[in-house]
């Protein structure tokens, strides 16, 4: 089974409204035993989501798009750090690694965001700090030396564990990748309150990039009432992290 076949299967349920309200009744874990964590920003062991510095990719949805499927271009370059940055949880001060996603539609700059992970050595897992978020809405790239059309940037979506109730989630587990597994990423109240279903493991993955063994596929969704039919399919594979996410995928 090809990545489309199982992006195509999981969007058939997702968007079921008796299937998504069932989803939303089963609990997701939202406590996690921080205390027990010693966490580290770089070198980390889960091959799934990479914390290395310098660590780079770019996805793009060129197959969508060259086949009439999709109206506009969208990229997203992913860069590993070399920030950190300190969160202050429950008293308790914790540096993070910043990674990056820049995306963009057309050639023309959409979002920046600087996500702050750290993995915990003990388990593998990688936590989810919170981010910062800039979205370039109805700006005017004219001339890249001149500064942006005031009130252009808008933050939506920015989030930091410890401030305003937000609490740390994972992004991904360590270990054994359990299907069925389900928890929350994003724990910010009113923000953002994303949460991830673990779907299938052992896939083999192929895209423009190549060939990939061992994939997992993860159905991210939220628990907000505005949007909770959505659902975002993402495939994550050994020593590179997302080769798939919805219409994008790992570009060459």
Same mark, same amino acid.
């Given at each position: 089974?090809?990545?489309?076949?199982?992006?195509?299967?999981?969007?058939?349920?997702?968007?079921?409204?008796?299937?998504?309200?069932?989803?939303?009744?089963?609990?997701?874990?939202? /406590?996690?035993?921080?205390? #027990? &964590? =010693? *966490?580290?920003?770089?070198?980390?062991?889960? !091959?799934?989501?990479?914390?290395?510095? +310098?660590?780079?990719?770019?996805?793009?949805?060129?197959?969508?798009?060259?086949?009439?499927?999709?109206?506009?271009?969208?990229?997203?370059?992913?860069?590993?750090?070399?920030?950190?940055?300190?969160?202050?949880?429950?008293?308790?001060?914790?540096?993070?690694?910043?990674?990056?996603?820049?995306?963009?539609?057309?050639?023309?700059?959409?979002?920046?965001?600087?996500?702050?992970?750290?993995?915990?050595?003990?388990?593998?897992?990688?936590?989810?700090?919170?981010?910062? /978020?800039?979205?370039?809405? #109805? &700006? =005017? *790239?004219?001339?890249?030396?001149?500064?942006? !059309?005031?009130?252009?940037?808008?933050? +939506?979506?920015?989030?930091?564990?410890?401030?305003?109730?937000?609490?740390?989630?994972?992004?991904?587990?360590?270990?054994?990748?359990?299907?069925?597994?389900?928890?929350?990423?994003?724990?910010?109240?009113?923000?953002?309150?994303?949460?991830?279903?673990?779907?299938?493991?052992?896939?083999?993955?192929?895209?423009?990039?190549?060939?990939?063994?061992?994939?997992?596929?993860?159905?991210?969704?939220?628990?907000?009432?505005?949007?909770?039919?959505?659902?975002?399919?993402?495939?994550?594979?050994?020593?590179?992290?997302?080769?798939?996410?919805?219409?994008?995928?790992?570009?060459?």
């Amino acid at each position: 089974m090809n990545y489309k076949t199982i992006l195509a299967a999981v969007a058939s349920i997702a968007l079921l409204p008796a299937a998504a309200d069932a989803a939303d009744k089963r609990y997701f874990t939202d /406590v996690f035993p921080l205390d #027990d &964590c =010693e *966490f580290i920003t770089d070198n980390g062991t889960n !091959p799934y989501f990479i914390i290395q510095v +310098d660590h780079q990719y770019t996805l793009d949805n060129f197959t969508c798009y060259s086949e009439g499927e999709c109206d506009e271009f969208e990229t997203a370059t992913i860069t590993v750090t070399g920030v950190t940055h300190t969160v202050t949880v429950d008293g308790r001060n914790i540096d993070t690694r910043v990674i990056q996603e820049v995306e963009s539609v057309d050639g023309e700059l959409l979002e920046i965001s600087h996500n702050y992970y750290a993995e915990c050595a003990n388990t593998g897992d990688v936590y989810y700090f919170g981010e910062t /978020v800039d979205i370039y809405e #109805d &700006c =005017e *790239f004219k001339n890249p030396d001149n500064p942006l !059309p005031e009130g252009c940037v808008t933050h +939506d979506g920015a989030w930091e564990a410890g401030l305003d109730g937000a609490q740390p989630g994972i992004i991904m587990t360590g270990g054994a990748f359990m299907v069925g597994a389900r928890y929350a990423q994003e724990i910010a109240p009113g923000v953002a309150m994303d949460r991830s279903e673990h779907i299938a493991t052992g896939l083999d993955v192929e895209v423009r990039a190549g060939l990939f063994h061992d994939c997992v596929e993860v159905l991210d969704t939220t628990s907000f009432e505005s949007n909770k039919h959505a659902g975002d399919t993402k495939l994550y594979c050994p020593g590179t992290g997302i080769v798939v996410d919805n219409d994008i995928e790992l570009a060459p």
